[in-house]
């Protein structure tokens, strides 16, 4: 399993998230532009919130099957960032991640994203670290792209939103990228 590590930056802090994320996790969650790439629960409130942080972060932390960390910037809950999907044997892994509002054009995500990206090919060891993105999605392009990743190609018919079944967008980073 990965360790219970707090990353910082210059100014943001991946931690794991707790209960007193609970209410920005709602509120961040109701915001369309959050819901409208992610598959998520509807509908979701408090009941579902303490459950992500209570039980399902620890959860999929102790499995072995991946990190959850609450992106803080200023003291405030700006969004979620995992790694998922991952395969030990093969020392790779996904990032997932969601801006809450307040957060978004401020390069908050592109921080985060590389920090733990980084983290996890240096730190843990791993060797690959993969993006995928709907392609519609410009916003987490940029994230990819001003992170380092690189464009591998478009998994069609791949990923599922709200409005249905998408195409994704794949995008890596090894560690021969960070040199």
Known sequence: MFPDVVLRTARLTLRAPGEGDVDAIVAAVADSGTRRWLPLPQPYGREQAVAFVVEKAPEVRASGRGLIRAIECDSVLAGMIDLK???????????????????????????????????????????????????????????????????????????????????????????????
């Open 85 to 179: 999907k991952t395969d030990w044997r093969h020392r790779t892994a996904e990032v997932g991640y969601w801006a809450a509002p307040a957060a978004r054009g401020r390069g908050v995500m592109t921080e985060a994203t590389a920090a733990l990206s980084r983290w996890v090919l240096t730190e843990a060891a791993f060797e690959r670290v993969v993006l995928r993105i709907a392609p519609g999605n410009e916003a987490s392009i940029r994230v990819a792209e001003k992170a380092g990743f690189t464009y591998e190609g478009l998994a069609r018919n791949a990923g599922i939103v709200p409005a249905g079944r998408v195409d994704l967008a794949i995008y890596s980073l090894i560690p021969a990228d960070l040199s």
